[in-house]
T-cell receptor, first 113, second 115 residues
Framework: EAQVTQNPRYLITVTGKKLTVTCSQNMNHEYMSWYRQDPGLGLRQIYYSMNVEVTDKGDVPEGYKVSRKEKRNFPLILESPSPNQTSLYFC????????????FGEGSRLTVL | EDKVVQSPLSLVVHEGDTVTLNCSYEVTNFRSLLWYKQEKKAPTFLFMLTSSGIEKKSGRLSSILDKKELFSILNITATQTGDSAVYLCAVEASYSVHGANNLFFGTGTRLTVIP
């Protein structure tokens, strides 16, 4: 089954404790991206990756890092999480870079205390 | 500043009603407008619109884009309880030096269909 898989789905952590949210897609997509969704603000892009050689910042990259060492995986790293990073995170992918026809993962709800 | 505004913020209707959801935008370097449906989990793709005046249709859902007036509508006819969801509008714009497009999302319209 074609899908984008995120882990963990739910996480409660404390300020400053490094964490990684993994994202994997099995559709051989070139383009992958991370979004956060907050009430009243909609979905905002954190980082995106055109392919394994290219990653770039989205609209709200502060406090996050990403890596794209292989095509299928695109982990989101919070080196020192803070309470303002409490949010619902979505990973998404698409076959053609630059298209909005995205396939989204199920979401990861992160709470930073 | 690029923005996408959806209205209404929420809507409650009875099964069988027809609803119209609105999306207006102010985005430079416009490429396309997309509609997504978000139930409890991940948004799922509905439509992508690039040309004015051409209706896209899928079952009871249809959408049209007006690039002159900078808006789109999503119509749902004969609504069912399964249509209850948040409907997201997103606009694609070309900014990135890498050729990827930025996607700007509205905050969504929450539709509730009562039996």
């Amino acid at each position: 089954e074609a899908q984008v898989t995120q882990n963990p789905r739910y996480l409660i952590t404390v300020t400053g404790k490094k964490l990684t949210v993994t994202c994997s897609q099995n559709m051989n997509h070139e383009y992958m991206s991370w979004y956060r969704q907050d009430p009243g603000l909609g979905l905002r892009q954190i980082y995106y990756s055109m392919n394994v050689e290219v990653t770039d910042k989205g609209d709200v990259p502060e406090g996050y890092k990403v890596s794209r060492k292989e095509k299928r995986n695109f982990p989101l790293i919070l080196e020192s999480p803070s309470p303002n990073q409490t949010s619902l995170y979505f990973c998404a992918s698409s076959f053609i870079p630059g298209t909005g026809e995205l396939f989204f993962g199920e979401g990861s709800r992160l709470t930073v205390l | 500043e690029d923005k996408v505004v959806q209205s209404p913020l929420s809507l409650v209707v009875h099964e069988g009603d027809t609803v119209t959801l609105n999306c207006s935008y102010e985005v430079t370097n416009f490429r396309s407008l997309l509609w997504y449906k978000q139930e409890k989990k991940a948004p799922t793709f509905l439509f992508m619109l690039t040309s004015s005046g051409i209706e896209k249709k899928s079952g009871r859902l249809s959408s049209i884009l007006d690039k002159k007036e900078l808006f789109s509508i999503l119509n749902i006819t004969a609504t069912q309880t399964g249509d209850s969801a948040v409907y997201l509008c997103a606009v694609e714009a070309s900014y990135s030096v890498h050729g990827a497009n930025n996607l700007f999302f509205g905050t969504g319209t929450r539709l509730t269909v009562i039996p």
